[in-house]
Nanobody
Framework: QAQLVESGGGLVQAGGSLRLSCVAS????????MGWFRQAPGKEREFVAA???????TYADSVKGRFTISRDNAKNTVFLQMNSLKPEDTAVYYC???????????????????WGQGTQVTVSS
């Protein structure tokens, strides 16, 4: 059974940095596209960043140039380096694993997506 465990969230001041990690188990990690989504209070879950099984990446416009996604297939781990954080980045961040494998598909989640439990990121002004 697939399991995703996020870590690295916390409280940071505006302009600061955080690095999120997501360790996957129970799936063939290298064949999955991996991504990060976030959900702020009262808002819908939104796409943040993704990396395909071929290590191509894509970002939401709101985080482009500030966030970097990467993956380590040897450790079954995907990372999200978040720099120049803003109060509007405050949300619960969720790791996602997509067996369809592509950047196109993970931006369009369906029932095949596996989700982590989420980690809270709070950016104070």
């Amino acid at each position: 059974q697939a399991q995703l465990v996020e870590s690295g969230g916390g409280l940071v001041q505006a302009g600061g940095s955080l690095r999120l990690s997501c360790v996957a188990s129970g799936l063939t990690f290298s064949t999955y596209a991996m991504g990060w989504f976030r959900q702020a209070p009262g808002k819908e879950r939104e796409f943040v960043a993704a990396v395909s099984r071929s290590a191509s990446s894509t970002y939401a416009d709101s985080v482009k140039g500030r966030f970097t996604i990467s993956r380590d297939n040897a450790k079954n781990t995907v990372f999200l380096q978040m720099n120049s954080l803003k109060p509007e980045d405050t949300a619960v961040y969720y790791c996602a694993a997509d067996p369809r494998g592509s950047l196109y598909s993970i931006r369009r989640p369906d029932v095949s997506i596996r989700w982590g439990q989420g980690t809270q990121v709070t950016v104070s002004s």
